[in-house]
């Protein structure tokens, strides 16, 4: 339902191009996703989130694009293993002329490449784990 395609390095960011199945575009059609979430990573109610809605991460987690939510759960588990960090900025876009059908580039300004692929599978697991 969530496949990476790519993985993408330049000086200031890290962006991954992910797959979603359009079955699982929002987050509002995986049942129990957002609880799921919360309940394993309880530090997703403390995200500052810019949307549209102007809401917090936790109320706009119920209905939001799957590849936002991978968005947050990747940078909650970059804080995990990179305990100094205080903020890690992040942001999701789509603009599927160009990356094609069904493809979000989650951005995110980090550089410690490990680290970030430890966090990047580990991301990948869990929504494998919790989308049927
Ligand atoms: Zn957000």
Redesign the pocket.
């Known amino acids: 339902m969530i496949e990476i395609r790519d993985i993408t390095i330049s000086a200031d960011r890290q962006s991954v191009y992910l797959w979603v199945d359009p079955c699982y575009r929002k987050t509002a059609k995986i049942a129990g996703l957002g609880t799921r979430l919360i309940e394993r990573l309880p530090n997703l109610r403390y995200?500052l989130?810019?949307?549209f809605a102007g809401r917090m991460?936790v109320d706009?987690l119920i209905d939001t694009e799957t590849a936002?939510a991978f968005?947050?759960v990747l940078i909650e588990l970059l804080g995990e293993l990179d305990p100094k960090i205080e903020i890690i900025r992040a942001f999701t876009k789509w603009n599927w002329a160009d990356y094609g059908r069904d493809v979000y580039v989650v951005e995110v300004f980090y550089l410690n490449i490990s680290k970030f692929k430890k966090a990047l599978k580990a991301t990948n697991d869990l929504f494998r784990n919790l989308c049927p």
Request: charged residues 35%.
């Open positions: 995200h989130c810019e949307n991460f706009e936002h968005e947050h």
